[in-house]
C-alpha cells in the first residue's frame, strides 16, 4: 500500500502489527509507544520530512482513549496530576513546534536530537529500575487523592501516600511539551521516567495521567501542524492521515490490552523491559555524531 503523502509503500498489516507490540509493552509505563514508532519511520519506512512529527502524535490521538479508559475504570487515574501535565505542556508544545520547523528540518539532526533525549530517559530508567523493590499490587490498589492545590499534590495508593510538587510538575511539563513538540510524542515518553525517577511516583498510578496529557496535547498538536502546513505550501508539514490513522489501529489494542495487563506486573520490570528498548533506539542515533 502507498500512502502518497510521506511517500511510504507497506502494507498496512505490517505496520498494525508493529505498532500493535510496540504500544501494548509501552502503555504499561504510561507511554503510547510513538517515542520508538518514530525511529521505525526514520529509519525503516524512510519517512523523513517534517511531516513525520505530526504523523506520529497522530497515532497517539487514535491509539491512547482505549487505555487512558481502562486506568479511569480501574481507579488508577491520578486527576490532579493529569491537570498539572496538560496545563504545563500546551504552552511548551507550541513553541516545541515552532523549533522543529526552524531548526530541527534537517532529517540528520533531527536523528541526533531523538537519540539524545532518549539516551538521557533510558540512562534514567535504569539508574531507577535498580533502586525498585518487586512488589505486586493488591486488589485494593486504587488511587485517593488527599490534596491538590497551588502548592502541592497528595494522594494514596496501595497503601503509601506519594507527594509531588504542582509548581515542579508543572515546569517539568512546560519544558517537555517543547521537547514533545519537537519530536513529536506529546511527551509521555519523558515525562513519565521524571514522574517515576524524581518524584519517586509509582509507575502504577503515573501511566493513566502522561497518557492522558499526551493525548491531548497530541490533539493540539496535529492541528497546530494542519494550521501550519497552509503557511508552508513548499514543505511536508501536514501529517500523513492514512499513515497515522493505519499505525492507530494497530495501538488501539495495544494500548487497550497493555493498561489492562499493567496491574498483574511488577513496576521493576516493567522499568527493565523498556529501559533496554531506550537505550538501543538512543544509542543507534547518538553514533551519527561520531
Given at each position: 500500500?502507498?500512502?502518497?503523502?510521506?511517500?511510504?509503500?507497506?502494507?498496512?498489516?505490517?505496520?498494525?502489527?508493529?505498532?500493535?507490540?510496540?504500544?501494548?509493552?509501552a502503555s504499561m509505563s504510561g507511554l503510547s509507544g510513538a517515542f520508538l514508532l518514530l525511529p521505525f519511520q526514520v529509519s525503516f519506512l524512510g519517512f523523513v520530512s517534517p511531516a513525520v512529527?505530526?504523523?506520529?502524535?497522530?497515532?497517539?490521538?487514535?491509539?491512547?482513549?482505549?487505555?487512558?479508559?481502562?486506568?479511569?475504570?480501574?481507579?488508577?487515574?491520578?486527576?490532579?496530576?493529569?491537570?498539572?501535565?496538560?496545563?504545563?505542556?500546551?504552552?511548551?508544545?507550541?513553541?516545541?513546534?515552532?523549533?522543529?520547523?526552524?531548526?530541527?528540518?534537517?532529517?540528520?539532526?533531527?536523528?541526533?536530537?531523538?537519540?539524545?533525549?532518549?539516551?538521557?530517559?533510558?540512562?534514567?530508567?535504569?539508574?531507577?529500575?535498580?533502586?525498585?523493590?518487586?512488589?505486586?499490587?493488591?486488589?485494593?490498589?486504587?488511587?485517593?487523592?488527599?490534596?491538590?492545590?497551588?502548592?502541592?499534590?497528595?494522594?494514596?495508593?496501595?497503601?503509601?501516600?506519594?507527594?509531588?510538587?504542582?509548581?515542579?510538575?508543572?515546569?517539568?511539563?512546560f519544558i517537555v511539551g517543547i521537547i514533545g513538540g519537537i519530536y513529536g510524542i506529546g511527551g509521555g515518553a519523558i515525562i513519565a521516567p521524571f514522574f517515576v525517577a524524581i518524584y519517586r511516583?509509582?509507575?502504577?498510578?503515573?501511566?493513566?495521567?502522561?497518557?492522558?496529557?499526551?493525548?491531548?496535547?497530541?490533539?493540539?498538536?496535529?492541528?497546530?501542524?494542519?494550521?501550519?502546513?497552509?503557511?508552508?505550501?513548499?514543505?511536508?508539514?501536514?501529517?500523513?492521515?492514512?499513515?497515522?490513522?493505519?499505525?492507530?489501529?494497530?495501538?488501539?489494542?495495544?494500548?487497550?490490552?497493555?493498561?489492562?495487563?499493567?496491574?498483574?506486573?511488577?513496576?521493576?520490570?516493567?522499568?527493565?523491559?523498556?529501559?533496554?528498548?531506550?537505550?538501543?533506539?538512543?544509542?543507534?542515533?547518538?553514533?551519527?555524531?561520531?
Open positions: 500500500m502507498l500512502f502518497p503523502v510521506s511517500g511510504v509503500e507497506v502494507s498496512p498489516f505490517l505496520l498494525i502489527g508493529i505498532s500493535f507490540v510496540i504500544s501494548f509493552f512529527t505530526p504523523t506520529n502524535l497522530l497515532y497517539n490521538v487514535v491509539s491512547i482513549p482505549g487505555g487512558v479508559y481502562r486506568y479511569v475504570k480501574e481507579a488508577r487515574m491520578v486527576w490532579p496530576l493529569t491537570i498539572a501535565v496538560i496545563i504545563g505542556t500546551f504552552p511548551g508544545l507550541f513553541i516545541g513546534t515552532f523549533l522543529r520547523l526552524r531548526y530541527f528540518m534537517d532529517p540528520v539532526k533531527f536523528k541526533i536530537f531523538v537519540g539524545l533525549v532518549l539516551l538521557y530517559i533510558g540512562i534514567r530508567m535504569v539508574l531507577n529500575a535498580r533502586k525498585t523493590q518487586v512488589k505486586r499490587l493488591t486488589g485494593e490498589a486504587k488511587v485517593r487523592t488527599i490534596k491538590f492545590d497551588t502548592k502541592e499534590i497528595v494522594y494514596t495508593f496501595n497503601g503509601k501516600t506519594y507527594r509531588a510538587s504542582t509548581p515542579g510538575i508543572f515546569i517539568l511539563s511516583l509509582p509507575i502504577h498510578t503515573i501511566a493513566g495521567s502522561t497518557l492522558m496529557g499526551t493525548f491531548l496535547t497530541s490533539v493540539a498538536g496535529v492541528i497546530i501542524y494542519q494550521i501550519l502546513s497552509i503557511f508552508y505550501p513548499g514543505a511536508p508539514v501536514a501529517p500523513d492521515w492514512a499513515l497515522g490513522i493505519v499505525m492507530g489501529v494497530g495501538g488501539i489494542f495495544g494500548v487497550y490490552l497493555g493498561a489492562r495487563s499493567q496491574k498483574y506486573i511488577p513496576s521493576k520490570y516493567l522499568k527493565i523491559m523498556l529501559s533496554i528498548v531506550i537505550l538501543y533506539v538512543a544509542i543507534k542515533y547518538v553514533w551519527l555524531l561520531f
